[in-house]
């Protein structure tokens, strides 16, 4: 800094002024709504500029109001700022630059996976002008006893209590519905970036993406699934074949892969009447079969998901690809919670409690019930509460090793 | 626990259109007996006294976020479509802001335990106690997140500064190196430490002499680093006209010390560049040090 360049040491003196003595008022301060209300300039005329007047002396609220500033995401615009048409217009171009290779990614990322499920793209474009197949679903993330047996659902699913020092709990297996939101949240769909949720559906669930499945007692049908299960069995890719359920399972095991297979091979004059007459069934077929169970992380590229035949998968590459890390079936899996991308619990049938603390190792956790777990949630590897099919509630505090049970509030 | 206050009857058509016109969710599981506690928390809140007219509810129920207020009353009493909904459309939301605000490690923590406070505490009846009783629906959810956000960060920068200031041995020996304006050097000019006091007292108090948004303009982009657009945002002006605005004041600020220190100070042209000078070399010195050990403002 040359001497005499008052102007560079003018600008230091009026920072060194407008921060030192603006640290006296911080009496009056507002609460968080207020200053929300106030960044949304959604407060009354009169009561911005009061908060004018004490943002310009309190130095506490003006780095709250910053640190707001800073948080915003990159697409916010929350704020009913002018703005003139030559400002905007420089961002166009690079704007439609992002826009187009976000287009191409996808493309590409399609074009991926169609290479990858030759068996699926195949049968599927044989079975469009055959059959007016039911709109493809939407990726089912959730456990199948939420939608299907409904236990422990009509209420709410986790109302524990935590200590102050539980931190990063949340409701009973909530973080894997994550993709579902579309259809419950009134036209919003939920932000997948960041962390917590940041799995794509349609890179989770492979399976899910698939077309409803035809009415199982189909006679024709049955007849052809005996003829079609082999050929496809040899023919998929290892990705597909971990979301096959055990062919013991009856009608309830028939993967997506197989009833497309089905579907290309039905006459056209039948399609109709059987999409009809078959569509309750295919739900709960769907429901109770062919949706793994995902369980985000926090880090938005790691997640497990409870596959169909009971294994449990990772993926550390946002649902693109998944490693099987405990592939005996262990009983039947509904919900799991993964509070960090190392810590994962899940729970199950019979008081079933597994939980990995290194994101690879599963143990078998005491359960402190023999009951059905409909639900777990948990903010680190010792703290977890399960929900029973019942609605008790279970805390442990040391991994495991002892449970509190719990009255619902 | 925030108070509620009871609504007229008179009101109730417009509570149920209000309800209807929030489009909530089914799943959600928010009854109009729900949904008018919530308003109710709402109202209480904001208004605290039952004389308030209905008509003065009524505008005041047009401005909520309706369908946020829904959610937080909902998620607060534990019903799990309403938890589900905000895990899948708010969480990564949060753990974003918290990563902007704080930095990817401390961010972490900090929104792990707002989470765990959206949650619920146990309380002393043993009842659940979230923080989601505390939103009332004035502004978006998302924005009271981050708001909240903000606010504990803040507050966890002035708690630790604080403590260091404590903890730290040099401070209580009270003699930081760059906090005494005549350790300046053997060379010092004896007027020194008298220069730098009168500058600093000059700008003190012309800052204390500008209109309140001038003021709050020059310290968002002096002290909090926002930038021109930032600001504008935040004041509802263009960043052409935050500049042109911040230009004018800083001028007019430089024209007030300087005229106040020659005319005021009687101080020679010389003598306010040296102050300045001083200022730059000495940069930061401490005002309340310096006025300590002389006693009184200088003339």
């Not at chain 1, 003196?13 to 008022?25: E, H, I, K, P």
């Not at chain 2, 108070?3 to 149920?16: F, I, M, V």
């Not at chain 2, 945002?233 to 600020?253: D, F, N, P």
Request: net charge neutral.
């Amino acid at each position: 800094m040359k001497p005499g360049d008052n102007k560079t040491g003018f600008d230091a003196m009026m920072r060194r002024g407008l921060s030192s003595d603006s640290t006296q008022a911080v009496q009056g301060c507002p609460d968080a709504e207020f200053l929300a209300a106030y960044y949304e300039r959604s407060l009354a005329p009169s009561e911005i500029e009061q908060f004018d007047a004490h943002l310009a002396t309190c130095a506490s609220c003006r780095a709250q109001i910053a640190a707001l500033v800073r948080s915003e995401s990159p697409a916010e615009t929350p704020l009913d700022a002018p703005a003139s048409w030559l400002w905007n217009w420089r961002w166009l171009a690079p704007a439609v630059t992002a826009i187009a290779i976000v287009l191409i990614w996808v493309g590409i990322r399609a074009h991926y996976k169609a290479i990858k499920e030759p068996v699926n793209v195949a049968m599927s474009q044989t079975a469009a002008p055959l059959e007016p197949m039911p709109q493809a679903p939407q990726p089912q993330l959730a456990p199948p006893s939420r939608t299907v047996t409904g236990d422990g659902l009509s209420k709410p699913a986790a109302t524990p209590t935590f200590k102050k020092k539980f931190s990063g709990a949340s409701p009973s297996g909530l973080a894997k519905q994550n993709g579902e939101a579309p259809t419950s949240a009134a036209g919003e769909p939920p932000s997948l970036t960041g962390e917590g949720g940041g799995v794509s559906s349609a890179g989770g669930v492979p399976g899910g993406a698939a077309p409803a499945p035809p009415p199982p007692d189909d006679s024709a049908l049955t007849a052809t699934l005996a003829q079609s299960a082999p050929a496809d069995a040899t023919s998929t890719t290892r990705n597909a074949t971990k979301l096959e359920a055990p062919q013991s399972s009856g009608a309830g095991a028939v993967t997506a892969r197989h009833q497309l297979a089905l579907s290309a091979k039905i006459p056209a004059s039948n399609a109709p009447t059987r999409a009809k007459s078959a569509e309750a069934d295919q739900l709960q077929v769907r429901e109770e079969s062919s949706n793994p169970i995902l369980i985000p992380s926090p880090d938005a590229m790691k997640s497990w998901r409870i596959a169909v035949s009971g294994a449990i998968e990772f993926s550390s590459d946002s649902g693109v690809t998944w490693e099987m890390q405990r592939p005996e079936i262990v009983g039947a899996m509904t919900s799991g919670f993964a509070p960090s991308a190392r810590i994962c619990w899940i729970v199950g049938r019979g008081g079933a409690v597994l939980r990995t603390v290194n994101g690879i190792d599963w143990i078998k956790v005491i359960a402190p019930t023999t009951e059905d777990l409909t639900a777990v949630i948990a903010s680190s590897a010792k703290h977890a509460q399960v929900t029973a099919a019942g609605g008790t509630v279970f805390v442990t505090k040391d991994g495991g090793k002892s449970w509190k049970q719990q009255n619902n509030p | 626990m925030p108070t509620s206050l009871q609504l007229a009857p008179e009101l109730r058509p417009k509570l149920e259109e209000v309800f209807r016109r929030a489009e909530i969710p089914e799943c959600w599981g928010c009854s109009i007996e729900d949904f008018t506690r919530a308003v109710e928390r709402s109202v209480g809140a904001r208004f605290r006294d039952s004389q308030t007219s209905a008509r003065e509810i009524s505008a005041y129920l047009e401005t909520l976020h309706l369908q946020d207020l829904a959610l937080s009353y909902c998620c607060a009493a534990g019903k799990s479509g309403a938890w589900e909904h905000f895990v899948a459309r708010f969480r990564p939301e949060l753990y974003r802001a918290a990563r902007a605000i704080a930095g990817d490690s401390v961010g972490r923590d900090l929104a792990d335990s707002l989470y765990a406070e959206l949650y619920g505490l146990e309380s002393r009846e043993g009842r659940r106690r979230s923080l989601f009783d505390y939103f009332h629906g004035r502004s978006k959810l998302s924005t009271w997140l981050r708001a909240i956000l903000a606010q504990r960060h803040v507050d966890e920068i002035r708690r630790t500064r604080r403590t260091e200031s404590l903890d730290d041995p040099e401070s209580e020996a009270g003699d930081p190196p760059q906090a005494e304006p005549a350790a300046a050097g053997d060379d010092a000019d004896p007027q020194r430490s008298r220069y730098l006091v009168l500058v600093q007292t000059v700008l003190a108090a012309a800052l204390a002499g500008l209109a309140a948004r001038d003021r709050l303009r020059l310290a968002y982009y002096y002290v909090d680093d926002l930038t021109l657009a930032q600001i504008g945002r935040l004041l509802g002006e263009h960043e052409a006209t935050v500049s042109r605005k911040l230009e004018r004041v800083r001028r007019e600020l430089r024209k007030n010390v300087d005229g106040e220190l020659r005319n005021k100070k009687r101080l020679s042209e010389a003598q306010v560049q040296l102050c300045y000078e001083y200022a730059q070399q000495e940069w930061p010195f401490d005002l309340t040090r310096a006025l300590s050990s002389k006693g009184s403002i200088p003339k």
